[in-house]
């Protein structure tokens, strides 16, 4: 029996209509609802991995082998999702910032679709665009559950790639924002420029000077930058009721776990981190706590401050999906402070990659290439 699969380019993921937020908001909602029903599967030993990842060594005595560089690591992120998807599939990447100087992405992405019952590739595709529509999309699931709904202005700090997507998923799922605020000291201008081109109906974009003047007033936050410096966030800048989205890593000053409610997409994940990070300290996180903080990564090492001071139980941190069901209540007061933490998950490429496929196919998009005509058998 022949085998093959659809290949399926940046130009034909994009004709599928992978860059439509509205869709994609919807399909990692769906893809929150299943992953608190349990219909998943992930990797590692309890099923909840983020993936699998390549460091390179600062140094090597083997000609050829890559060295550590800024943002440079190998990724296999594996998973199957159920529900509307009933899909297994793996996005890899690799990751190198000196790429942009190539005139490359800093990482480049790939996903391939497997065959829940045989494992065959169904779909090999390029994946950027996708797994940056699937990044963003998240805060867009937040902000419609967690936000208030009169919510008007939004701050993006950091406008990569990330951030400008997050924009998009908040855009997406808020129809009454009138203002966005934003903040990179490299990207500033030209993304406002770019906001401005695609929103024409937003009442004002704010180039901001400082990561206080964009959070000043706001009602939703969303932080992406990648780089050595990573914003710090203040409580007492904070406007009552704001809602603070953090899919990368984040600074925060030590009384806003305490004063806010915390969310996370999986807890279970966020806790392997902390636990990697404490191995990595050698059990005394205070002693290095710089390193803990960059090691962990996410607003998940702050989450272990707080416990530690007594201000927060673990058991007290909500779940995404939980809330999606109906089970959790997410908001419970107008004045509350939520803070929404992401470490993203392959379900979520599995989900949105899904959804291209099926549109893929509709359309009569990509190239059908073989992998064998006939088994060769040893
Ligand atoms: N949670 C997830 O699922 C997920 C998925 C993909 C990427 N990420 C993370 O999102 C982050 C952003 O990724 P990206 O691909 O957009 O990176 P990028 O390098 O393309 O963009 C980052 C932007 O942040 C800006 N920046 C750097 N330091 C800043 C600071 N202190 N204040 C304000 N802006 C600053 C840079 O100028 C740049 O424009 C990374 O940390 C990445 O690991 C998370």
């Known amino acids: 029996m022949s085998l093959g699969f659809l290949y399926l380019s940046q130009e034909d993921v994009v004709a599928a209509g992978a860059a439509n937020m509205e869709v994609c908001v919807d399909a990692i909602e769906e893809t929150f609802s299943l992953l608190d029903k349990g219909d998943y599967i992930m990797g590692g030993a309890d099923g909840n991995s983020h993936g699998c990842m390549l460091y390179p060594p600062k140094e090597s005595p083997f000609p050829g082998m890559p060295l550590a560089g800024p943002d440079r690591r190998f990724m296999a992120m594996p998973a199957y999702l159920g529900g509307s998807f009933q899909m297994a599939g793996v996005k890899c990447y690799g990751s190198n910032r000196e790429n942009v100087s190539r005139g490359l992405p800093r990482s480049i992405l790939m996903i391939t679709l497997m065959d829940k019952e045989t494992g ?93 003047e964009a959070v000043w007033g706001t009602d939703i936050i969303n932080v992406a930058t990648s780089g050595d410096v990573t914003p710090m966030i203040e409580y007492k800048w904070l406007k009552p009721g704001a809602l603070l989205s953090f899919p990368a890593s984040i600074r925060l000053s030590e009384d806003l776990v305490a004063k ?67 089970k959790v209540k997410g908001r419970t007061s107008h004045d509350e402070i939520i803070v929404f933490g992401q470490g993203g998950m392959p379900i979520e490429d599995v989900a949105w990659s899904t959804v291209v496929y099926h549109r893929a196919v509709e359309k009569y998009l990509g190239v059908y290439l073989p992998v064998w005509e006939s088994y060769y058998d040893l």
């Open 120 to 212: 065959a590739p169904v779909s090999f595709m390029s994946g950027n665009l996708i797994s940056s529509m699937r990044t963003g999309a998240v805060p867009g699931v937040g902000a419609r559950h967690l936000a208030n709904p009169d919510s008007e202005v939004v701050a993006i700090i950091g406008c990569g790639v990330i951030g400008r997507s997050c924009l998009r998923g908040i855009l997406a799922a808020m129809p009454g924002i009138k203002q966005v605020n934003i903040y990179d000291p490299y990207a500033g201008e030209r993304v406002a420029e770019q906001i401005k081109g695609e929103y024409p109906d937003l009442f004002n974009v704010l180039v901001c000077n400082s990561v206080e």
């Open 260 to 326: 806010s409610t915390q969310v996370a997409d999986n807890f279970i994940m966020h806790k392997e981190w902390i636990d990697e990070g404490k191995v990595i300290c050698n059990g005394d996180i205070y002693a290095n706590k710089e390193r803990f903080i960059k090691e962990v990564d996410d607003v998940a090492a702050y989450w272990q401050f707080a416990v530690d001071k007594g201000e927060l139980k673990f058991e007290d941190i909500k779940e995404l999906g939980a809330i999606v069901n109906g």
